[in-house]
């Protein structure tokens, strides 16, 4: 059982910038693959951003460009460091885990999911 809690969410302008964390349990972090996916108000979640237990990166198009995923394996953790955010990007950040190591092809195939870490982006 991996346990995921994410931090870092809060009230920004547009323009700005925010790094999330997500800090998993457990001893095969470094073996997992790892993806952000968020869900804004009355819309259905979407993919953000993913990297894999060797490090390939993948992004949504929407924020390419402007969010870096990346993990430090000896602190267990994941990040989402996040640049010129715009008023679309407000939405509610949930931090996942597949224990494949590859990146899933759909939310579904994620074995573990966080609380949730909300971004609000002010205009």
């Known amino acids: 059982q991996v346990h995921l809690v994410e931090s870092g969410g809060g009230l920004v302008q547009a323009g700005g910038s925010l790094r999330l964390s997500c800090a998993a349990s457990?001893?095969?972090?470094?073996?997992?693959?790892m993806g952000w996916i968020r869900q804004a108000p009355g819309k259905e979640r979407g993919f953000v951003a993913a990297i894999s237990w060797i490090e390939n990166t993948y992004y949504a198009d929407s924020v390419k460009g402007r969010f870096t995923i990346s993990r430090d394996n000896a602190k267990n953790t994941v990040y989402l460091q996040m640049n010129s955010l715009k008023p679309e990007d407000t939405a509610v950040y949930y931090c996942?885990?597949?224990?494949?190591?590859?990146?899933?092809?759909?939310?579904?195939?994620?074995?573990?999911w966080g609380q949730g870490t909300k971004v609000t982006v002010s205009s």
């Open positions: 457990g001893r095969t972090f470094s073996s997992y693959a």
């Open positions: 996942a885990a597949d224990a494949s190591g590859s990146i899933p092809q759909a939310q579904y195939e994620y074995d573990y």
